[in-house]
């Protein structure tokens, strides 16, 4: 689901970051390579703005694409690890997302692992594939960055992009029902009968 962008707030942000920097706004379409009249559409908040334009903006305007599309990515500083955890919380209750946790330990592994795992194929979960797109794209600049290859300006440049990308996409709740004894009975007895039935074809 797409969020409801305000286009007049970013109309205005445009508009007062092209005057800051000295700007007009033929100026500002020439560096684009967009017409007057889009431009003046841009700031008044006619037409939307795309995120490629959001991205191009930000660097010609010398600021960032979630302040032009008024997205605050500051949360509560994390103070303990029950912050940590209670975002994990969070994270299980959004519709749309799936994920299973897997979890390695002594005495069957030699090591202690738990991971929390998004199946991209799940068509039931519709953002799980781009939570497996995004952390496959994040783990590997982690991974420029732990071997020398970036820098931490290259690393937070893409997390402004990524969050001005996301930040449209619109999430809810998934709606918590409490079964009654008889139907948790039934569906418990369904599950186990359906896992012995795979066990058994295996």
Known sequence: MMAKIDESTI???????RRLKGLSQQ???DTLGKSLRTVQKYET???EVSISMINQLSEVLNTTPIY???YDSQIDPIR??????????????????????DVRRPPHYDEWECSLTFNGKNKEAI???DMCLFLEEWEHRRDDLRTYASSYETLHKWEEQILAYYHRTEVKYK???ELSLEESVAKRKAYLNAQFSQDGDN
């Open 127 to 129: 953002y799980n594939a």
């Open 27 to 29: 100026e500002l379409a």
């Open 80 to 101: 303990n690890l029950a912050d940590v955890m209670n975002f994990l919380f969070h994270i299980n209750r959004v519709e749309g997302l799936d994920f299973r946790i």
């Open 68 to 70: 032009l599309l008024g």
């Open 175 to 177: 709606e918590e029902v």
């Open 11 to 17: 109309g205005l942000r445009i508009k007062l970051l």
């Open 45 to 47: 908040g006619e037409i």
